[in-house]
């Protein structure tokens, strides 16, 4: 109504104003009229009315929303239990030890002449301090940390590059106490199930825990995977705490709403709910290896044995796999003749299961991809799996094609397809950007780290190479393709987040093991599906 009575206005056909106690202003000039009705006080009256009739409707949405929001928490406050009442009072004492630092910092940097750096005047919502908080809250906030740095699409820069530091090692937790959990799933004693399980961890993750471990009977060597006690009552409380505070936010801010702050927040529940779930990462490891069977690449790559008689819920045993991560070029060498064709083997094997398999492995690190003792490529821990749709497949090759070829306008097509916009975005100006940006992958510096060691006996010389991954300069250069394509109003699917940081892990293991190859022009190496060829077509 506001905006029909601005253009009525200004177009001196009409006025709304006509029915107003002023009857005396029908009888005046058109000049005279300006002088009492200056276009300022117009504007200010139509900007107030639109104003209102927002407000009007937020208030409106707000009240019908209301009981929505009230059961909401209601009910997840319910399926919390207990539990949200300990995890309330862990999280005050880590808010207040963490403030405490935050007051400290300040307190030192109050007689500095440069002022307070921008991180404390954020206070703990800064990067810095938010990640400190979240490592005292413990496993569920430093995989949400995880996911945060993982995530670049959906967080701010900064946030993504501190939150890096969440990939460290996390405590081991006695092994008294994965003892008791093995004997609790299993339903009976430890021996009559291994031989032996070696107190010493292999690895010690966040949620979980990795022992080295012998089947009794059969003598094969496995691994046990156990879920460390108390994660799952952890995470619940946790995540439907952070759902809580999403909702609410939500609900009070309209800015959020449009952000989708909750349905983030749902994904990332979804995400971590299934990481912990080990009956999902068991179907996901089997639907890896049917995928190996069914195309006939069980003598090229492998991925472990699940023995279901010893796995549950909370503990998962597989076949333990020997061998070398894919960028200790060493070790490599002595195993294999060529380690180029081995790259390439990992490369199609990788590339096949986003078409053939169910789900994608999404964390291909040099600690899940290894060279096996046999030659083969073993892939390792399918907790983090991707799923993709044919859409954003077929839009994902032709992105991919055109990094290779350099056709930038392609590559902003196919972005602009792939992503969800409410806008019209200018390719030719997007496709000058992403030009600028590209042009810097070629100056991407790669770190080798050589040592050498002399045998004393022998005096001969061993030499050793290895590639350092600088997981903050791989996400650097994918966060400047997702602010310039934010900047022209793209919000990409997860699945492309997840895409690229595997294929940033890959090109550091072409500049190790195949300096001299295009990993996106080599034609050993496929990447296009004829199956998906009518979907790619589109965008040309």
Not at 289 to 313: D, F, I, N, W
Not at 386 to 410: D, N, Q
Request: proline letters at 4%; charged letters at 20%; a neutral charge.
């Amino acid at each position: 109504m506001a905006t029909i009575s601005l253009s009525a206005l200004r177009g001196g056909r009409f006025s709304l104003f006509n029915p107003c106690p002023y009857p005396q202003l029908s009888a005046v000039s058109s000049r005279s009229r300006k002088l009492y009705f200056p276009s300022k006080a117009i504007t200010l009256f139509a900007q107030y009315s639109q104003a209102q009739d927002r407000f009007s409707s937020r208030l409106q949405d707000s009240i019908e929303n209301l009981p929505k929001l009230v059961e909401d928490i209601i009910q997840t406050s319910i399926n919390t239990g207990p539990r949200g009442a300990i995890r309330l009072a862990q999280g005050v004492q880590a808010f207040l030890g963490v403030g405490g630092e935050w007051l400290a910092d300040v307190s030192k940097s109050a007689n500095s002449s440069t002022g307070l750096p921008t991180q404390m005047q954020l206070g703990l919502l800064s990067p810095l301090y938010l990640r400190r908080l979240f490592e005292r809250m413990g496993a569920t906030y430093i995989k949400l940390g995880q996911f945060i740095a993982s995530a670049p699409t959906m967080f701010p820069p900064e946030y993504v590059e501190e939150f890096q530091k969440c990939f460290d090692r996390a405590p081991a937790i006695p092994f008294q106490e994965i003892q008791a959990i093995l004997r609790e799933e299993l339903g009976r004693p430890i021996e009559s199930v291994y031989e032996y399980v070696d107190p010493m961890p292999i690895a010690s993750a966040s949620i979980a825990q990795v022992h080295g471990a012998r089947l009794k009977g059969s003598q094969e060597d496995v691994v046990i995977k156990v879920l460390k006690p108390g994660i799952e009552d952890i995470l619940v409380a946790d995540l439907n705490f952070v759902y809580i505070v999403a909702r609410i936010l939500e609900f009070l801010s309209h800015d959020l709403s449009r952000a989708s702050l909750v349905a983030i927040v749902k994904d990332i529940r979804e995400s971590m709910l299934e990481e912990v779930d080990f009956y999902k990462e068991a179907a996901n490891i089997e639907s890896f290896r049917r995928y190996l069977e069914a195309m006939g690449l069980t003598r090229q790559a492998t991925a472990p044995k699940v023995y279901q008689h010893c796995s549950s819920r909370r503990v998962l045993t597989m076949e333990r796999l020997y061998g070398v991560p894919l960028t200790d070029l060493d070790s490599i060498s002595s195993l294999v003749s060529s380690p180029e064709t081995s790259l390439i083997t990992a490369l199609n094997v990788w590339f096949g299961s986003l078409l053939a398999c169910e789900s994608f492995h999404a964390d291909v690190h040099a600690g899940n991809l290894w060279l096996l003792r046999d030659g083969r490529i073993g892939f390792l821990d399918f907790g983090i799996v991707g799923r993709i749709s044919p859409k954003t497949w077929a839009a994902m090759e032709v992105f991919l094609t055109s990094i290779a070829s350099e056709e930038y306008e392609s590559m902003a097509s196919a972005l602009i397809e792939m992503g969800a916009t409410n806008k019209d975005v200018d390719t030719n100006a997007f496709a000058r950007d992403l030009e600028k940006i590209f042009s810097s992958i070629k100056e991407l510096d790669t770190e080798i780290v050589v040592a050498t060691a002399r045998d004393t006996t022998t005096n001969a010389t061993a030499v050793s190479a290895n590639v350092v991954v600088d997981e903050r300069q791989m996400n650097a250069l994918f966060l400047d393709v997702i602010r310039v394509s934010e900047s022209y109003g793209l919000r990409f699917p997860r699945e492309f987040a997840l895409l690229m940081k595997q294929l940033l892990y890959f090109d550091r293991y072409t500049r190790l093991l195949a300096p001299n190859m295009n990993m996106l022009q080599d034609q050993r190496i496929t990447i296009v599906s004829n199956k998906r060829r009518s979907y790619r077509d589109n965008f040309k």
